[in-house]
């Protein structure tokens, strides 16, 4: 039996306009056509030669694993095609080729990178170094070194203690979000997660 031609059942593309998708990885919608066109397939030679290049299955099958994961009924197209994949890299192995699997992209939120460049820059004022830092606050080097990098958003009580520990600076830790009643309907609540305020109104009798 051939590759199943019922995969696009409930999707607004045509064959054409999903091959083209899965003939670039860098598409947007690469990884949900791969991993949806993976789970109704069983015929590795009729996907690489219709839909996936043997190339950019090897390198992408980590991120189309995870996209099939998110529906149960994958789990045994995933075994199938993690052994498809196996046989594929021992194969390549064997032949002396490797393949290099993609980087993945790391985007750090500009304000969270300043909040760390400032603690880093305040640390170092205090001739104080990370582990120092770590130890005086009961937290890991490598949870300092990745807020110092921007690569993780600290939270409040994290600032505290390095606050604490390194002392107070205008930039180096950012202000809090003042708390502004909002009205739903009749209601105002005072500060989130407080108390409710309903004001006097009389019921229609």
Known sequence: MGVARSWLWNVNKTEEEARKILKDPAHPAFLLYAARRLANANLPREIFRDYLSKEDFLKRWPAIKRQMNKDS???????????????????????????ARPKAEIRVDPDQQKTGQSIRELRRSRKITQAELARKTGLTQQHIAKIEKGATCPRPQTLKKIKECLGPYPYAYPEATPSVPFYVRDATISTPGTTWIFPDFERDK
């Open 73 to 99: 009924r994958n789990h045994d197209r995933i075994l199938f095609w993690g052994g498809v994949y196996e046989y594929l890299m021992r194969d390549l192995k064997r032949k002396g080729i490797s393949v």
